[in-house]
């Protein structure tokens, strides 16, 4: 597993890599909804596909290119869990749902992380099997994704005048810390139009959810455990 260059300690577990990864990718996601929101983009599309854009995006931005590797590695693997649990389950894959079916969400992640750097990242796309047939069109979703999201980005970069993100939690440990630094290193980064909070707590389901109404990401304690179990389904 690819060592974590910049933000982490070098002794982090890999089921301790792939979890903070996941969890990143997934706050990402949450947060591209709240960019939505906030910034009062327009989206022609899935709003769901949107925010795992976003997502891909701010990995590429916020990390150095290793780091970046690592969490769309073991994002991908998140997404394959998933898709094993349901297997496993017999369900069905919900074509009905507001997410696109898990292998779609890897496939689409894949394709972007690859897109971004196509010779430096080869042999990422050949581990999650990407056929050449998407593979050849990676480059440009990637441009137009980036084309797409960074003057949002960059104007939240710029902005002067904005609020920032505050952390509410009465839990401590590894993960709190986690989400702490990562909203210290978001506040060095973005501003937002209005105060967005987060919470990490207890929301007796597993989910991590954009709530307009409250403008808080909520990340549930019952995800992160359910994150850690995955570790095992794709380990
Ligand atoms: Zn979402």
């Known amino acids: ?9 070098p002794a982090q577990t890999d089921r301790e890599a792939f979890l903070r990864a996941n969890i990143l990718s997934i706050l990402y996601h ?3 909804h709240a960019v939505i929101d906030l910034e009062g983009l327009p989206v022609f599309g899935k709003e769901e596909d949107a925010a795992d854009v976003a ?7 916020l990390h150095s290119p290793e780091d970046a590797l690592q969490i769309a590695r073991a994002s991908a693997e998140g997404y394959k869990g998933e898709d ?8 069905e894959i919900a074509l009905w749902g507001e997410h696109s079916p898990d292998m779609q969400r890897l496939y689409n992640l ?10 430096g990242r080869a042999a990422f796309a ?3 099997a990407l056929p050449e047939e998407r593979a050849s069109l990676c480059e440009e979703a990637f441009d137009l994704a980036w084309d797409s999201w960074t003057p949002v980005f960059d104007a939240m970069q710029a902005r002067t005048d904005g609020a ?3 952390l509410h939690t009465d839990r401590d440990g590894p993960i709190a810390d986690l989400l702490a630094k990562e909203v210290a290193l978001l506040n060095a980064a973005y501003a937002w139009p209005e105060p967005l909070a987060m919470h990490y707590e207890r929301c007796e389901e ?8 409250l403008r808080a990401v909520i990340f549930c304690v019952e995800y992160v455990d359910h994150l850690d179990s995955l570790y095992d389904v794709v380990n």
């Not at 094993?84 to 369900?91: E, Y």
């Not at 597993?206 to 109404?213: G, L, P, S």
């Open 110 to 119: 894949v394709c972007l992380h690859y897109g971004a750097d196509p010779d």
């Open 164 to 166: 920032p993100i505050t």
């Open 55 to 61: 997502s891909v995006l701010l990995v590429e931005l």
């Open 30 to 32: 949450e947060l591209g």
């Open 206 to 213: 597993v989910n991590a959810f954009y709530d307009a109404d």
């Open 126 to 128: 050949e581990a999650f």
């Open 84 to 91: 094993i649990l349901r297997a496993k389950a017999g369900d």
């Open 1 to 9: 597993m690819a060592q974590d260059s910049r933000a982490e300690s």
